[in-house]
């Protein structure tokens, strides 16, 4: 299945109050490949990449794609948002084929945590992507340990659809809805 939903790609870069929202560039690389071998980001990801294995695959520009924005506090990358195309055939109920075709995700640096950095960045990505396409839901996923994850879906105004088990733990699956009504 290809995505038919055209996004205008690269936007201007979003400034919030203290953050910028920009493309991935080549010197994000280094920062890419530390979120992905971090034990701490990948906790409740399935743990860490090898670094090793990164190095060999993570391409010259992370991200080079529609919806994946690299996040900067004074001048410096400290975490990713995307907003990718979501893979609904996980196992489960329809709801997850229903809900929408775009999921939220995001990455940042254990020393970005706890400043509402994720919830100002990801507010923004998603602000823009209402704009972008007018109406189109958007989903996350989160394992429910995750309180932080779980705290910041409830923030960003995502509410449950179901819960269910997948990689030995209990997930959390949500939307945010668009204000405007769906036929």
């Not at 990801?45 to 190095?55: N, Q, S």
């Not at 919806?67 to 996980?90: C, K, R, S, W, Y």
């Not at 995001?106 to 007018?134: H, K, Q």
């Amino acid at each position: 299945m290809t995505d038919v939903r055209p996004l205008a790609w690269p936007p201007a870069p979003i400034r919030t109050e203290r953050l910028l929202l920009r493309e991935a560039e080549a010197r994000d690389r280094a920062v890419v490949i530390e979120l992905n071998a971090s034990p701490e980001v990948g906790t409740y990801l399935g743990g860490p990449r090898p670094r090793a294995e990164l190095e060999r695959t993570v391409p010259e520009v992370p991200g080079a794609r529609p919806g994946f924005f690299v996040v900067e506090l004074d001048g410096e990358m400290i975490g990713t948002v995307q907003l990718d195309p979501h893979a609904p055939e996980q196992p489960g109920s329809n709801h997850r084929r229903e809900a929408g075709e775009t999921e939220l995700g995001y990455l940042f640096l254990p020393e970005a945590w706890g400043y509402g950095y994720a919830t100002e960045a990801c507010a923004a990505a998603l602000d823009w992507f209402a704009g972008a396409l007018p109406g189109e839901p958007v989903v996350l996923y989160t394992q429910t340990a995750n309180a932080r994850s779980m705290r910041l879906a409830a923030k960003l105004g995502f509410t449950e659809l179901e819960r269910f088990e997948a990689y030995d733990a209990e997930q959390w699956f949500g939307v945010r809805s668009s204000a405007t009504p769906s036929g």
